[in-house]
């Protein structure tokens, strides 16, 4: 838990934060610039047509892993992360293990075979970060969304996932290099 000292009389001047471990850490959190345009502060939300989110939570943070029992390890030793599902999607070429956290999940991802997209991607990139999960209501209708707002998909139609979801995946070339996936329970 972190203990925070700011100084209350001036807005930018730096705080500390002090971790459980006694370490200390200064930031400076600046308040955002106002635009030229509205002369209002910039970062504020802007007005939409649609504004109802097809986002309903994060599903899922997946990392692909070379070893997935030592990545089930590592989280367990770690932090006492468990496995609450494991699968094997034969169409994916995967195998995944869902570790729980809150509501949402850290998926483990491992090729089960050379031709696999995760395969492919650990050997350009290595380990690491690979997509983000977002829950929706109705798959269809978000990729439909994102489709009419100039979005490139890598599923044409949404799909069966794991855990009996229908799954589709967005480019990450027009979603600023996020690789996401939409996931209806």
């Not at 934060?17 to 930031?27: I, Y």
């Not at 635009?35 to 899922?60: R, V």
């Not at 994102?146 to 070339?173: M, W």
Request: aromatic fraction near 6%; glycine fraction near 6%.
């Amino acid at each position: 838990m972190a203990t925070f000292r700011k100084n209350p009389h001036v807005d930018d001047e730096p705080f500390t934060a002090e971790t459980a471990t006694g370490h200390l850490v200064t930031a400076k959190v600046n308040p955002p610039e106002p635009t030229a345009a509205t002369d209002e502060p910039a970062g504020e939300p802007e007005e939409s047509a649609n504004t109802e989110s097809l986002l309903t939570e994060i599903d899922h943070v997946a990392i692909a892993v070379n070893d997935l029992g030592d990545a089930i390890d590592f989280y367990r030793e770690s932090f006492g992360a468990i496995v609450e599902h494991r699968e094997v999607v034969e169409s994916d070429g995967v195998e995944e293990a869902l570790l729980r956290v809150a509501d949402s999940y850290i998926q483990l991802l491992t090729p089960t075979r050379d031709d696999s997209p995760v395969a492919k991607y650990l050997e350009k990139k290595g380990e690491g970060l690979h997509h983000v999960g977002y829950r929706v209501d109705d798959c269809a209708a978000a990729l439909d969304a994102y489709l009419a707002a100039g979005g490139r998909s890598i599923d044409e139609k949404p799909r069966p996932g794991s855990r009996n979801t229908t799954v589709a995946f967005l480019h990450p070339k027009t979603s600023f290099g996020t690789l996401i996936e939409l996931v209806q329970e």
